[in-house]
């Protein structure tokens, strides 16, 4: 007992100065300073911001600049927008008379143009609609081509999903949410 | 008796402090392999946390569950997470089964909040060896009910989310310039779907594409040098390549329906949405030109929005039947997709561990984040409105 009363406090002592060197590990070691926030955003797009990166087409699209200086009708061929089957940029032969009709105003006033917005209904992810949209009014582009119209005339815009007529979720809102709307462009009186 | 047992408990006292005290200089790394077999299928990491306040372990559980950790009692854990939070976050991580403290670290300035993402991070270098996501950064864009919406940046969980644009117009497709504070994006503040470049730093932005048609989709090369976008200048929605400016477009596929590119992380190819004999697939095309490759997703059919993970191995996409899963394949083509959870959209981390990922509910989209290996979810703070199109920053 004389013996283990001498081990005690030794052990004890040896307890205590590891412990002590391991609290004094375990507290942190270096304390880590975390930048304050992200910097402000700045978020003006000034007079001087620069809005160019315009070049002429040089493709198949007519450029884009040749539509400034034309004001949108969007009653005019209200009547004429064409639907589209579920994930289909093809015509169906249903719409063709609107796009005859389409073609005959265009026709009848070589002073205007036209732009096509293509649409899609919500069954699609964002950006194969957008695609899916520029499909269907560029189907229609050719389509009023091969009814003689310049392409020259023509613009196409795809809106994707994001301009539903209907915002129900059924195949009736969907139904008519797959389609071309046709913007007849008028020249600016004076222009 | 009552000597032996002190006597007994100091000699495990020593013990213990000799192994926590070796402990401080073994902080190996565990390298785990991780094959196709384990996305979706491995089992989170239990740890316990104990002493932060309410906010602290919130934010500590949030962003341990969306990088492969739950939540057990501290004798059930593999790692005992402790520590306070009382003005600085001050924390430590025992691995319980090795009996070593592996990480011991105090923390201040900025916020309790960033203080606290950063201890998960060093906690998860601790514990994985890999870097951990929770100081990073995610632009989305945020639709009112109009159509017409405003690109936003945020913390990766939501958080401190700002407005980058204020036009009021139709926007989408957010894509960072990887390592710099920059975005491209599609607007159509000037009445036809351009591609601008936002300079996050400084404000000012830039059109880089503004041609007839669509000009949307855009994705910058790993080293900023180039970008990717669909353009249908030439009459149909195809895949080109412009310097980071938008000059020198070059038209880079003449395959149908091409949609949503992305890049491989070494530069070298672009990934992408077409169709290819009559089939919906993914397909990728060399950065430079050349022949178009399809990427076969065998029970996976109509795949789209695909995203290659920063380390190469994986490429994340959206299958597209009805309903829309996220799936997730080898990008080398060895194993075929594994579908992990409804879903759209998906962006890596980049650490290639987590996705985010857009899912409709309620007529709208919310945003959300996945572990790919446990498939454990959590939605992140929402904006009002429709959140989707996240893309993370790299």
């Excluded at chain 1, 050719?142 to 196409?156: M, N, S």
């Excluded at chain 2, 910058?220 to 000059?247: E, H, L, Q």
């Amino acid at each position: 007992m004389k013996m283990m009363k001498l081990v005690y406090p030794m052990t004890l002592a040896l307890a205590v100065t590891l412990a002590a060197t391991g609290c004094r590990n375990h507290r942190p070691y270096g304390v880590t300073p975390i930048p304050n926030g992200q910097g402000g955003l700045v978020n003006n797009l000034g007079p001087g911001g620069t809005m160019g990166g315009n070049q002429p087409g040089g493709g198949q699209q007519a450029d884009i600049n040749s539509f400034d200086n034309m004001v949108p009708d969007r009653a005019a061929l209200a009547a004429y927008t064409i639907h589209f089957a579920f994930d289909s940029s093809v015509i169906r032969h249903s719409e063709e008379a609107n796009l005859q009709s389409v073609a005959s105003a265009l026709k009848s006033d070589p002073s205007t143009k036209l732009t096509i917005e293509g649409n899609c209904d919500e069954r699609g992810t964002e950006e194969y609609n957008r695609a899916l949209g520029d499909r269907r009014a560029l189907a229609a582009r050719e389509a009023l081509a091969k009814l003689g119209v310049d392409p020259a005339r023509i613009r196409t815009m795809s809106y994707g999903k994001d301009k539903p007529v209907d915002p129900g979720h059924n195949e009736s809102a969907w139904s008519q949410n797959r389609r071309d709307d046709f913007v007849l462009l008028h020249p600016k009186t004076g222009a | 008796m009552k000597n032996c047992i002190t006597i007994c408990l100091s000699l495990v006292f020593i013990v213990l402090a000799a192994a926590l005290c070796r402990g401080q200089s073994d902080q190996g790394e565990i390298q785990i392999t991780r094959p196709v077999s384990e996305l979706g299928n491995t089992k989170p990491v239990p740890v316990s946390i104990e002493g932060f306040g309410p906010e602290v372990t919130e934010i500590l559980k949030f962003d341990l569950y969306v990088q492969g950790f739950t939540f057990v009692a501290p004798d059930a854990a593999q790692y005992q997470i402790s520590g306070s939070s009382a003005g600085d976050v001050v924390g430590r991580v025992v691995d319980r089964f090795a009996k070593t403290t592996i990480l011991s670290r105090s923390y201040n300035g900025a916020s309790v909040r960033r203080q606290a993402h950063a201890f998960t991070d060093d906690m998860v270098l601790a514990i994985t060896g890999k870097k951990g996501i929770a100081q990073t950064r995610i632009a989305f864009k945020v639709e009112a009910s109009s159509g017409n919406g405003e690109i936003y940046v945020a913390d990766f969980d939501g958080h401190n989310a700002q407005a980058v644009t204020h036009d009021g117009v139709i926007v989408s497709a957010p894509s960072w310039v990887p390592g710099r504070s920059a975005l491209y994006y599609n607007s159509y503040k000037l009445g036809n779907p351009d591609i601008f470049y936002h300079n996050l730093s400084t404000g000012e932005r830039h059109v880089i594409a503004h041609y007839s048609g669509s000009n949307i989709s855009p994705a910058a090369s790993p080293d900023g040098s180039r970008v990717a976008m669909i353009m249908s200048r030439s009459g149909s929605p195809n895949v080109w390549v412009a310097n980071a400016d938008g000059a020198n477009p070059r038209k880079l596929t003449s395959t149908s329906e091409d949609s949503s590119p992305c890049w491989s992380p070494d530069g070298g190819w672009i990934c992408f949405a077409t169709k290819m004999r009559e089939r919906r697939m993914l397909a990728k095309v060399p950065a430079g030109g050349g022949e178009v490759q399809a990427l076969h997703t065998p029970g996976a059919p109509n795949p789209t929005e695909p995203d290659w993970s920063p380390d190469g191995k994986w490429i994340a996409f959206t299958l597209q039947a009805g309903e829309f899963d996220i799936c997730v394949m080898p990008a080398d083509g060895s194993a075929p997709p594994v579908i992990l959870v409804r879903g759209e959209d998906p962006s890596w981390s980049p650490n290639s561990r987590t996705l985010i990922y857009a899912r409709r509910t309620g007529g709208r989209y919310i945003l959300s984040l996945l572990d790919v290996y446990t498939k454990q979810v959590k939605d992140i703070r929402q904006i009002s409105g429709s959140d989707s199109e996240p893309a993370w920053a790299k």
